[in-house]
């Protein structure tokens, strides 16, 4: 039973075969020129569009550093660093000037030495000297030491002056 199923498939098949032959002999000719121009219309439309994908591909590089391949995505990134350090800018870019003046460092230290001298004097002259009116006003209270205080201030304005020397 299934091979008579098989075999009326068959002749059905074959059958429809045979009717699409003569339809297209009987109009042949016209259906052969319709074709034709259909065929050279399409081949037309591919060869548009072959050479657009020609140009877009010529005009876009291929990204080699995308590629599954790491041997050309490493070719490519030396490739382009040494693309990168031969290019020279010729613009002129102003650099942020972070350093310090030169006259910054020894104005520091010479705060320092002059409150060190400040402080030697005040000990060598018992606090007469360099100024004499902490001696001679307050010499009962805690100002008896200015001149100590005032070579110390100017000594550690020196050393936190440094603190910012760049």
Do not use: C
Request: charged share 30%.
């Amino acid at each position: 039973m299934t091979s008579e199923k098989k075999s009326t498939k068959d002749d059905a098949d074959k059958g429809s075969e045979k009717v699409s032959k003569k339809s297209s002999g009987k109009s042949g000719a016209k259906s052969s020129a319709k074709d034709s121009q259909k065929i050279a219309t399409a081949s037309e439309k591919k060869d548009k569009a072959d050479k657009d994908t020609k140009k877009s591909s010529s005009s876009k590089k291929k990204h080699p550093e995308r590629s599954g391949n790491p041997a050309k995505a490493a070719k490519a990134l030396e490739e382009e660093s040494r693309a990168a350090a031969n290019r020279v800018s010729r613009t002129p870019t102003k650099v942020k000037d972070t350093a310090s003046p030169r006259w910054y460092a020894p104005t520091m230290v010479t705060l320092m030495v002059i409150g060190l001298l400040w402080v030697v004097t005040t000990y060598l002259f018992n606090g007469l000297y360099p100024l004499p009116y902490f001696a001679k006003h307050h010499a009962t209270d805690w100002l008896f030491n200015g001149n100590l205080y005032i070579g110390f201030l100017i000594m550690m304005s020196g050393f936190l002056g440094l603190l910012r020397w760049k």
